[in-house]
Each structure stands twice: as structure tokens, then as C-alpha cells.
């Protein structure tokens, strides 16, 4: 009896464990490429992938879907047959992190389309576009050994990465780098770019990210982030990575860094830490405030309310941005988790960073103003200066699928920071060569800022289908404390250049800014019929602030204790506004279009705390859009969107806080300014052909603005400017566009590509009280060429010209009509004995113009020389030379209407540097808990 017993539960065991590891299905539905028809009796196989041998077998049912179960784990091959069809042939794997594989809507192509228009995934071909998204296959790229993301996309077509690793697409910046979809450092674009293995990269894919509420409802709002997705390659999502290098070289210039990456199935965590004074300043923090103080009112791109406000520091401040002025020396460091978890239903990102950036340096700036007068005021300026800023960032991101309809996000990221400042101005004036002033100031202030900002997200799929609620939360809170000293000593000379008069300021000055701004939308989704949709939209936006400013003269001791209410305040700004919006989306087949407006009403109170004086604002703000996308076929894609946005006059501009930073430049407030309205238009295509392997681009963005806002400034001939804000019965406009084409030339593997662009706006101004138009067009274009022979040698070339055409309409004589040449160049030999060398090139030149009398250029170039010691090239000396040409001579030039300036400044320049490099890795080599 107990044998039986026995027997039975050992079956029973036996069966569960059988069915259990036989518990893998396989799912999708068969259609026509063209017409989207579903393929019924579609013959669906599963093959071993390693002998062919026939798995599971079954047909597509009336509406060409399938679904195949208790297949096992393994390696496997899906054949899709049809007849008058081209097979269809997909590799998959099934294992312990995927226990199901949802093909979606596999699109069958007929065979007399299949030399027109052939998509089979088990090609390698080197582009996909799917919808807006434009996917590059990396196995269709060669870089070399221990490349990085970074190399990889400066092959693909269509992407600019430049020397500071800031990525440009379609003719826009793309500020985010996602890994698999997730944030990987947060806003640092290059700790992906530059930390990430190439060789790890399956797909790259370029599209414009929609806002978390687009995503969910599936129809756009109008919110979108240019953005790259690394997909990697599932055998890379286990193991550790990382490299380590130190270099030192001549006059004193150094590097280290240490970067580590451990990836186990769905865990990935990362750290790094550098230091260096060799201009690589590592961190690309973005810790501006997310919301502020004033009386403008766009939306976030998760639907919340953002106040957009100028709640500026009298006295200059750092925020930590490098541009390439000034010797830096930068010290960072960071930490990133993420994982999922509960059988994915919970997942946690977040990052940790840490650092520090000081610059010195000099800048000397002559300009010249010329007036309608005919009077012509010359400046000069020497500055030297010392800035700081230590930085820390903690930021958290939790999402949890509550049930099968809803989710809810949770995000969490604080900021504080210490900036210095120490600068040092000296400059003077001349007007027709006279001497008119002289000017010597200082400022020394110190910040510390503290940011916080945390919301929530919850959205919930309702029994309907595509009915859909959600609510997103934010609460933001901002505070700002700063304690510095202004001195400055201007002496002001008569029309015949004698000293008639003089300004001595000496004042300590504090300035604290609290702000704790407070938004909720709601959205609901309605299906009106299969193909038209309804988004409706309501937002409570809350923003209380304050500003106290104080200035303190230096008494007779010497102590800055005599108060200054001149210019010192103390405002209290409160603001509520009320959102509404209304969107309807139809999407069928091919066609999908969107058109709808958010209308927000605002109120806005501020209160002088010294005089009781209050200043009351009530205004509507319109946010309408529009868009068009139509699918010519699976690789082919047009895009066109329009948006517009209602622009509030800032506080600044209507009543300014009276400062005295710069007493030559003084700016005046306008009560009667109305708000401004601003027009935004987009247009893309994207076409790619296997065969060929041919990728056309064509991108465009019009922008053009009524009612403006500009600048009325009057200049004395001593220079002395007051400017003014005022409305203007004009329209400005901005623009740019651009075409793309590239192919692989058969046989050669060389990749050739060209494209076309340009880029121009016109701007509106009042000057002396005469109207004053100031356009700029520029024109360009260029040839690229690369090739990469693995283990042999790679070289990349881009060369082209501009033409540019701009102006003033108060200096018709006097233009800045010219043209240029610029080029990118680089290339690596591979020798024997494991050393190869290497070098790029970057030229630039511009001709003279009627503004600029001499022609200008510059052409850096660096080298560097690499011997590896083992066959992996995992340890590398390098001989680096930095500018071999020493032409960085830190010189620039700008034509800006009548003002044009000259800027000399500190920069780096030739160093040679020996580095020593140690990339390590060891991928597949974790495995996985089940």
C-alpha cells in the first residue's frame, strides 16, 4: 500500500515537473506587409535550431493568429510559410528569463514585391523603420576591438557624435541614451556612449520619445525627447565589464578613471569615478530647477504643469557647465542600479553622482557697437576668473504593476550644491576713439542650493478597450541661498575725454529664493469607434515662492551693516492656474492623425513685502497641436506635427528687481506688455532599402512667433545702455532643414553619404528708437566616407562647405556675407606586434566679411600611438599627442546685428600624454538565479 502511495505521488511529481518544464509557448499573428490582410491556414513550424529537427506545427486561424505551447527551453527557429509568399525565417530563444516569445504581427511580403521591398528579420539588414522609429542593426557595422557605443554611432547614418561625445540626429541634440529602455546614469548621455562596450550592442534604435502619459494612452500629446535606445544582445546581460586607465603628460596635464559594469539577467548596477585637468569633465549634470517662480505656464513631458520663471541671483553665479574656456579640473563619481523583479512586475532604477569642476582661466572681449547716430563705441574687457561648484545628486525611480490594468511610477531625485565665483572685470569704452569710461569691478558670491522633486504616476486600463485613466502628481521644491560682495568703480569721461564724474558701489549682498510648486492631471481616454479616440485632460497647478534680496553698504568700521533699500526687496509670489484639454486621435491602417489644444488659466499675485504694494496678473495660455504620420510601407515613414504655445511676459520684463551688477547696462520694466504666441512646425521622411542598403533622411522645423517680445535699447555715446521690453507688430522666424542620403557601395564596403542643410532666423529689435532687423541664413554640405576592415585599419571622412548670408538693416553697408569649409577626419592603422596608430583631424575656416577683415581658421589635429601586450588587447599603452599643431588658440567671433565681438580666451592646448589602459570583461560568465 505505502509502494502504491509512493508510486502515485512519484507519477504526479514526475508529470508536474514535465509539464513544468514544458511550459514555453510562442504567439503571433500572420498578415500582408501592404494591406494588413490576415493570412488564415498560414503554416506556422518550430524547428530545433541546431538540427532542423521539426518541434510544434499548426496554422494560423481565421484571424492569422497562433499560438504554440509546451515547447521546452532552447534555441529555435520559426518558419512561416504562405503560398505566393517569401518564407519567413526568425531565430528565438526560450530559457528561465523568457518563458514565452509574442512575435506581435509578422508582415509577409509577396514574392513578386520581394526585389522592390523585401523585409525577412533573418537578414542582416542595417536599418528598420518601424513607425517613428528608425532601428539600426549593429551586426551590420564593423568597429574594432574594445570599442565603445561612442564609435558605433558615428557610423551609423544620419548621427553626429562630436569630440565632447553630444550627439546630434535628424538636426537635433539627443539628450537621452536609454539601455534596454531603462535610465542609465540618468541625464548623462555619455556615461553610456563612452562606457558601454560596442560589441555588446544588438540594436541601436532613434525615435522621438513621447511623455509617459503618450506611451500609456498610445496617442501622442505632443511632448517628445530625441532619443537612443542600446538593445543588447541577450548573451552580454551577464557578466561584468569595465575598464581602468591613468595617464600623465607634459605641462602637468593628467586623467584617471575607473569604470565597472556588472550585469546579471535583469540586474544591472555600474560605477565609476574620474579625475582629470585634460578638458574631459565627465559629468553632464542637468540639476536646473524644474520649476521656478514666474507667470509662465507650459506642461511637462509627463502632462504636469511647469512654471517657467527667472528667479535670477543679482550677482553672477556658476552652474557648473564647461564650454571649453578655461582650464578645468573635474574629479566625478557615480553609482547606478536597476532591476526587475516579482516576475517583472516591480522594477527600481536609480543613480548616485558625486563631483566637483574648478576653472581658471582669462577672457578678453572687444566689441563694437555701431548706432544710427553713425557714432561708433568700441569696448574692450579683460576678465580673469576663479569658479567652483560641488555637486551631489540622489535620484529613484520604482514602477509596480499593481494588477493585469494598472501600474503606478514613483520617482523621487534630490539635489544640493555649493557654487564660487571669484571675478575680476576691467574695461573701457571709446566712442569715435574717444575715451569714455573706464570700468574695474569684482564679484565674489557663493550659492548653495537645495532641489527636490518627487511624483507619482498611476494609470489604469478600464474594461473597455483603449478606455484608460491616469494621474500624475508632482511636488517640487527649490531653495536658493546666496552671500557675495560687488565692487565696482566706473569712471565717466566728457566729449572731449576728461574726467567728469565717478561710481564707486562696495556692497555685501544676500539673496535667498524659496519656491514649492505643487501640480495634478488627470487624463481619460475614450474610444469613440475602432479608429478615432478621445483624450480629455484637467490640471491644478499651485506655486508659492518667495524672493528676499537684501544689499548692505560698507560702513565706516568697515563692516557691511548699512542696509540698501534701494536695492533690496522681499516679494512673495503666489500663482494658480487651471488646465483643460481636449485631444482626438484616428488611427487606421497606415494613417494616423492627431489635433487638439490644452487652454490653462492662470492667476498670479505678487506681494512687495516692504511696501505692501501687490501686483495682480490674470491670463489665458493656448497650447493647441496637430500631427499626420502615414506609413508608405514597413520602410518607409513620413511625419509631420505642429504645436503652438502661448509666451507670458516674465516678471523681469514687466517689473524688474533693481540691480546694480553692471551699471552699464540697466534694464527697465513695461507693465502694458501682452504675451506673445508661437507657432512650431516639423516634418520628417525616412526611407530605407535592404537591397541597395540606401537610407534617405529629410527633416525640417519652422517656427515663427506674432506678437514678440523684444528689446528697445537706447545707448548713449558714453555707452551706457538701457533697455526696455516691448511688444513689436513683427514675426520673427526660425528655421532648419536637412536631407541625408547614404549607401553602401557595392563590393568596396565603403559607406558613402551626403547631405544637404540650412539653417536661418530673423529677429526684430528697436535701437536709439529706430527698427532694426537682424537676419542670419547659413547654407552647407558635405561628403562622408567610411570604411572599417576588422583588425586592418578603419578611416571616417566628412568634408563640405557653407555659405552664409546675415545682416543688419541699420548697417545695410556693413554685412556678414561669407563662406567656410569644415571637416572631420580620422583613421587607425593596425601593425604587427600589436601596435597600431591612429589620429583625427577637425578643420574649420571662415572667410573675411564686410563685419571681420581677415580670414579665420583652425585646424586641430591629435595622434596617438597604441602598443597592446596580449592578443585581447586588454592592456594598452598609449602615446597621446593633444593639438600636434597647437592651433586651439581659444579665438572667437560673432556678428550679431551692430554688435560685433572678438573673444580671446584661456583654453588647452598641445600636451603630449602616456596613458595606461586595462579593458576587462568577462560576459556569460554569471549566471542567473531561476
Known amino acids: ?110 514574392k513578386s514585391r520581394l526585389l522592390a521591398d523585401v523585409i525577412v528579420k533573418g537578414t542582416r539588414a542595417a536599418i528598420k523603420i518601424k513607425g517613428d522609429t528608425t532601428e539600426f542593426n549593429a551586426a551590420a557595422f564593423t568597429i574594432q576591438p574594445n570599442s565603445k557605443v561612442e564609435d558605433l554611432l558615428k557610423q551609423l547614418p544620419g548621427i553626429q557624435v562630436d569630440k565632447d561625445g553630444k550627439i546630434t540626429a535628424q538636426g537635433q541634440t ?38 509617459d502619459q503618450a506611451t500609456f494612452t498610445g496617442i501622442d500629446d505632443g511632448q517628445k525627447t530625441k532619443t537612443i535606445n542600446i538593445k543588447l544582445k541577450e548573451d552580454k546581460k551577464n557578466g561584468y565589464f569595465g575598464k581602468a586607465d591613468v595617464g600623465y603628460g607634459t605641462d602637468n596635464y593628467y586623467q584617471a578613471q575607473l569604470l565597472f559594469n556588472m550585469f546579471k539577467a535583469k540586474q544591472k548596477f555600474s560605477a565609476y569615478t574620474t579625475i582629470s585637468n585634460d578638458g574631459k569633465t565627465g559629468l553632464n549634470w542637468q540639476d536646473n530647477q524644474k520649476y521656478g517662480s514666474s507667470d509662465n505656464v507650459t506642461v511637462m513631458d509627463d502632462g504636469a504643469l511647469m512654471f517657467n520663471g527667472s528667479n535670477r541671483d543679482d550677482l553672477e553665479s ?23 523583479f516579482n516576475n517583472d512586475k516591480e522594477s527600481i532604477n536609480t ?109 489604469k486600463k478600464l474594461k473597455k478597450k483603449g478606455r484608460t485613466f491616469s494621474w500624475n502628481i508632482r511636488e517640487a521644491y527649490n531653495e536658493s541661498q546666496a552671500k557675495g560682495n560687488l565692487k565696482t568703480n566706473i569712471d565717466y569721461f566728457n566729449t572731449i575725454g576728461v574726467k567728469d564724474s565717478s561710481q564707486v558701489v562696495d556692497q555685501y549682498k544676500t539673496n535667498l529664493i524659496k519656491s514649492s510648486a505643487l501640480s495634478s492631471v488627470m487624463t481619460y481616454t475614450e474610444p469613440l ?126 517689473q524688474p528687481v533693481l540691480v546694480n551688477t553692471d551699471p552699464l547696462n540697466v534694464i527697465v520694466g513695461n507693465p502694458t506688455l501682452t504675451p506673445s504666441f508661437t507657432n512650431i512646425l516639423r516634418l520628417n521622411y525616412y526611407s ?42 513683427k514675426m520673427p522666424y526660425n528655421y532648419y532643414a536637412g536631407v541625408y542620403f547614404g549607401r553602401k557601395l557595392p563590393g568596396t564596403g565603403v559607406n558613402l553619404g551626403f547631405n544637404l542643410n540650412a539653417n536661418g532666423n530673423k529677429n526684430y529689435n528697436i535701437l536709439n528708437g529706430e527698427n532694426n532687423t537682424i537676419t542670419s541664413n547659413t547654407y552647407a554640405g558635405g561628403l562622408q566616407i567610411q570604411k572599417y576592415v576588422q583588425k586592418k585599419y578603419s578611416f571616417n571622412f566628412s568634408f563640405g562647405p557653407s555659405l552664409t548670408y546675415g545682416g543688419s538693416s541699420l548697417q545695410r553697408n556693413l554685412n556678414n556675407n561669407g563662406h567656410g569649409w569644415n571637416g572631420n577626419s580620422g583613421f587607425q592603422v593596425f601593425l604587427p606586434w600589436h601596435l597600431s596608430i591612429a589620429s583625427d583631424a577637425n578643420y574649420q575656416y571662415n572667410s573675411k566679411t564686410q563685419t571681420f577683415n581677415q580670414d579665420y581658421s583652425k585646424f586641430l589635429i591629435n ?35 551692430n554688435l560685433i565681438t572678438q573673444d580671446s580666451y584661456t583654453t588647452i592646448k598641445r600636451f603630449f600624454m602616456l596613458t595606461l589602459v586595462w579593458d576587462f570583461n568577462k560576459m556569460g560568465g554569471i549566471t542567473a538565479k531561476k
Not at 518564407?87 to 509577409?108: A, G, H, I, P, R
Not at 582650464?327 to 557615480?334: D, F, T, V
Not at 534701494?566 to 488646465?579: D, P
Not at 482626438?584 to 516692504?610: C, P
Request: glycine share 6%; net charge positive.
Open 688 to 729: 530605407y532599402k535592404v537591397l541597395s542598403d540606401e537610407f534617405l533622411s529629410i527633416y525640417s522645423n519652422y517656427s515663427f512667433t506674432s506678437n514678440p517680445i523684444a528689446n528697445s535699447t537706447v545707448t548713449d555715446t558714453a555707452g551706457k545702455s538701457v533697455t526696455k521690453y516691448v511688444n513689436l507688430n
Open 174 to 211: 539627443v539628450t537621452k541614451v536609454l539601455v534596454d529602455g531603462e535610465e542609465f546614469f540618468g541625464d548623462d548621455p555619455t556615461l553610456v556612449t563612452k562606457n558601454i562596450r560596442g560589441d555588446m550592442v544588438d540594436k541601436v534604435q532613434l525615435y522621438d520619445k513621447k511623455s
Open 1 to 110: 500500500m505505502k509502494s502504491t502511495i509512493l508510486l502515485v505521488i512519484f507519477t504526479s511529481f514526475f508529470a508536474l515537473t514535465l509539464k513544468a518544464q514544458n511550459s514555453y509557448t510562442v504567439k503571433g499573428t500572420i498578415q500582408d506587409t501592404a494591406s494588413n490582410t490576415k493570412l488564415v491556414n498560414t503554416s506556422i513550424c518550430i524547428l530545433n535550431a541546431k538540427d532542423s529537427i521539426l518541434r510544434a506545427f499548426t496554422r494560423a486561424g481565421v484571424n492569422g493568429s497562433f499560438n504554440i505551447g509546451n515547447l521546452g527551453k532552447g534555441k529555435f527557429i520559426l518558419l512561416v510559410t504562405y503560398p505566393g509568399y517569401a518564407d519567413y525565417v526568425e531565430s528565438f530563444n526560450l530559457d528561465s528569463t523568457k518563458t514565452s516569445y509574442d512575435f506581435s504581427k509578422l508582415n509577409m511580403i509577396l
Open 529 to 654: 469607434s475602432k479608429t478615432v479616440s478621445l483624450v480629455l485632460s484637467y490640471g491644478l497647478g499651485i506655486d508659492n515662492s518667495s524672493t528676499d534680496r537684501k544689499s548692505f553698504n560698507k560702513a565706516p568700521n568697515g563692516s557691511y551693516t548699512l542696509f540698501d533699500s534701494i536695492y533690496s526687496n522681499n516679494y512673495k509670489l503666489n500663482q494658480l492656474s487651471n488646465q483643460a484639454g481636449a485631444i482626438l486621435n484616428y488611427q487606421k491602417s497606415k494613417t494616423v492623425i492627431n489635433f487638439g489644444t490644452r487652454v490653462s488659466d492662470v492667476s498670479f499675485k505678487q506681494i512687495n513685502e516692504y511696501t505692501g504694494n501687490a501686483f495682480k496678473r490674470n491670463f489665458i495660455n493656448w497650447a493647441p497641436q496637430a500631427s499626420y504620420q502615414y506609413k508608405f510601407s514597413q520602410q518607409s515613414n513620413f511625419n509631420f506635427n505642429y504645436s503652438g504655445k502661448t509666451t507670458q511676459p516674465t516678471v523681469d520684463e514687466i
Open 351 to 459: 543613480n548616485y553622482k558625486i563631483g566637483t569642476l574648478t576653472v581658471d582661466g582669462t577672457d578678453n572681449t572687444i566689441s563694437q557697437k555701431d548706432l544710427p547716430s553713425g557714432a561708433i563705441i568700441n569696448t574692450n574687457s579683460d576678465q580673469t576668473y576663479h569658479n567652483y561648484v560641488f555637486r551631489n545628486k540622489l535620484d529613484l525611480t520604482y514602477q509596480v504593476k499593481l494588477d493585469t490594468t494598472s501600474n503606478l511610477k514613483i520617482m523621487v531625485d534630490g539635489t544640493a550644491k555649493r557654487s564660487q565665483i571669484n571675478d575680476n572685470y576691467l574695461s573701457n569704452s571709446r566712442s569715435n576713439g574717444i575715451l569714455q569710461t573706464n570700468s574695474d569691478r569684482n564679484i565674489i558670491n557663493q550659492v548653495d542650493a537645495k532641489i527636490f522633486d518627487a511624483s507619482a504616476f498611476y494609470t
Open 863 to 897: 595622434a596617438w600611438i597604441v602598443k597592446a601586450f596580449d592578443k585581447e588587447e586588454k592592456f594598452k599603452l598609449t602615446l597621446i599627442c593633444n593639438d600636434i599643431l597647437n592651433q586651439n588658440s581659444g579665438f572667437s567671433r560673432n556678428s550679431n546685428g
Open 318 to 340: 556658476f552652474n557648473g557647465d564647461y564650454s571649453g574656456k578655461g582650464i578645468p579640473i573635474a574629479a566625478n563619481s557615480g553609482v547606478h542600479y536597476d532591476s526587475k
